[in-house]
């Protein structure tokens, strides 16, 4: 089985661009995360879905951030503009209904300068 | 204060040895902990899962919880190379809902 993917692996980009990470679900999940990931925080959940709605967004860190569910195997994260602190690793994980553990992604390495 | 607590290291022990990794928590509400691994420019991956108190064990490795004290550890015997990786433990309320990890501890084993 595929697990979680996620594009692009690694992404430079200069300050005040926007950013659009990708993630694909395993199959048949129900629920999808979106985590970061410095060395300061650790990993920090940003927002997670259950069948492609929203349930919390409360760990999105501002408005410049947004994202979305448009069907059951695709998500996209989105940074605009993004800033230098916006560097980190980002990791989608996704989930079944009932389970007790979520399955993460390689994660997308994101450096703005 | 972060949810769940956990000292980063680096924690460097000799192959062989037996390493004891450790997280304290504050929501009492949290039923599930796990412990996931993560290896170099890897995501997190699940290693052991215990719910409530009690004791696990699965080859190597035993997941400790002791919800009295609110504190989470994980032993890992015989130590190898190969156990080399940064070590999160996490909690959560129930299945399926948002897990909060502790910020990691990166673990080397030394030949």
């Known amino acids: 089985d595929a697990g979680v993917i996620q594009s692009p692996r690694h992404e430079v980009t200069e300050m005040g661009q926007e950013v659009t990470l990708r993630c694909k679900p395993i199959?048949?999940?129900?629920?999808l995360f979106w985590y970061r990931q410095t060395m300061m925080r650790g990993l920090e959940l940003l927002i997670y879905f259950n069948n492609n709605v929203p349930i919390d967004d409360s760990g999105m860190p501002e408005d410049r951030f947004s994202a979305k569910m448009p069907n059951a195997s695709f998500s996209t994260l989105k940074i605009q503009p993004s800033e230098p602190r916006d560097s980190a690793v980002y990791f989608c994980a996704s989930s079944l209904a009932g389970a007790y553990t979520i399955y993460f992604g390689e994660g997308s390495w994101l450096t703005v300068v | 204060q972060k949810e769940v607590e956990q000292d980063p290291g680096p924690l460097s022990v000799p192959e062989g040895a037996i390493v004891s990794l450790n997280c304290t928590y504050s929501?009492?509400?949290?039923?599930?902990f796990m412990w996931y691994r993560q290896y170099s420019r890897k995501g997190p991956e699940l290693l052991m899962y215990t719910y409530s108190s009690g004791n696990k064990e699965d080859g190597r490795f035993t997941a400790q919880v002791d919800k009295s004290s609110k504190y989470i550890s994980l032993f890992i015997r015989d130590s190898q190379p190969s156990d080399s990786a940064t070590y999160l433990c996490?909690?959560?309320?129930?299945?399926?809902?948002?897990?909060?990890f502790g910020t990691g501890t990166r673990l080397q084993v030394t030949l």
């Open positions: 929501n009492s509400a949290f039923q599930y």
């Open positions: 199959s048949g999940h129900d629920y």
């Open positions: 996490a909690a959560n309320t129930g299945t399926a809902s948002k897990l909060t």
